[in-house]
């Protein structure tokens, strides 16, 4: 049974092409995240694929999955929330946006909510300081200026969103 789709593999090629011939694992960081994309955390046996695709030992695979904290090698919410506690963020406040998180979601760093909406992970330097204290959701949409009132509305949206998509598979 084939763990990653026609589509995903369409994109992990096209990924791949932009490399030399005989390059194709130079590729495996947006292989991954593609990947990810997919099936929300990359399970060994998603990694054993995307070694297989690109040719490459699934050991080398793992090694860059578990390097970088954009991988996740568990499960997670449908919303993965990082937020940047490096010094100018906590400068501006992230340590305090963060317990806000944490006490509205119930959860701390590392842990995801009862029911499956959120995870909540501390992040490194996110390179937009300047709007500091910025948050991820998900690796892909920065969020900046993140008070409590900012982050109660995101965290409304996106639950509603959640229910929404809940509601549309039932």
Excluded at 16 to 30: E, H, N
Aim: hydrophobic share 45%; charged share 25%.
């Amino acid at each position: 049974m084939a763990l990653l789709s026609p589509d995903a593999i369409r994109k992990i090629d096209r990924e791949a092409a932009k490399y030399p011939a005989g390059q194709k694992r130079s590729a495996v960081i947006a292989a991954l995240a593609i990947a990810q994309d997919e099936h929300g955390w990359l399970s060994a046996e998603v990694m054993d694929e995307v070694g297989r695709h690109l040719g490459m030992p699934t050991v080398a695979v793992y090694e860059v999955a578990s390097f970088y904290s954009m991988f996740e090698l568990k499960p997670t919410g449908r919303y993965k929330l990082t937020i940047c506690t490096n010094l100018p963020c906590a400068l501006h406040g992230a340590a305090a946006a963060a317990e806000h998180l944490k006490q509205r979601l119930g959860i701390g760093f590392g842990e995801t909510t009862g029911d499956g909406k959120f995870t909540l992970k501390e992040g490194e330097c996110f390179g937009a300081c300047g709007d500091a204290p910025v948050l991820l959701v998900n690796n892909k949409r920065m969020v900046s200026f993140m008070n409590p009132p900012e982050l109660d509305a995101m965290l409304d949206e996106l639950s509603a969103r959640a229910d929404e998509a809940q509601a549309a598979t039932k």
